[in-house]
Nanobody, 115 residues
Framework: GQLVESGGGLVQPGGSLRLSCAAS????????MTWYRQTPGKGRELVATISSPFGSTNYADSVKGRFTISRDTAKSTVYLQMNSLKPEDTAVYYC?????????WGQGTQVTVSS
C-alpha cells in the first residue's frame, strides 16, 4: 500500500490550505485515517483522525474549530482543511492509515505559516 500527500506550501498567518492524501494498494474504506505533524526536535503529534466505517472524527485541542478532516471513499483520499493558520502550525504533515496491526505512512508534506 501507498499514501501520497500533497497540498502543502507557504501561507501567511490567517490563511488556509487543504492537504490531500491519496491511498492505493489497500482497501481504503476499512482503515482509520489520521493526520500527524512533526517539527524539528519534537515528536509526531496527532492532528486529526477520521474512523472507518462511520467517519467519526477527533481533533487535537490546538486545531479544534480551525481544521476539518474528511474522506472521500470513491477517490480513496483523505483531506485536511486548515483555516486560520498560525505560525505554530508550521510542520511536516504526515498521513497515516491504520487497521489493527496494518498501517501505512505517507512521505510528508511541508506546511509553513509565515509572513
Amino acid at each position: 500500500g501507498q499514501l501520497v500527500e500533497s497540498g502543502g506550501g507557504l501561507v501567511q498567518p490567517g490563511g488556509s490550505l487543504r492537504l490531500s492524501c491519496a491511498a492505493s494498494g489497500f482497501t481504503f474504506s476499512r482503515y482509520d485515517m489520521t493526520w500527524y505533524r512533526q517539527t524539528p526536535g519534537k515528536g509526531r503529534e496527532l492532528v486529526a483522525t477520521i474512523s472507518s466505517p462511520f467517519g467519526s472524527t477527533n481533533y487535537a485541542d490546538s486545531v479544534k474549530g480551525r481544521f476539518t478532516i474528511s474522506r472521500d471513499t470513491a477517490k480513496s483520499t483523505v483531506y485536511l482543511q486548515m483555516n486560520s493558520l498560525k505560525p505554530e502550525d508550521t510542520a511536516v504533515y504526515y498521513c497515516n492509515a491504520q487497521r489493527g496491526l496494518s498501517y501505512y505512512w505517507g512521505q510528508g508534506t511541508q506546511v509553513t505559516v509565515s509572513s
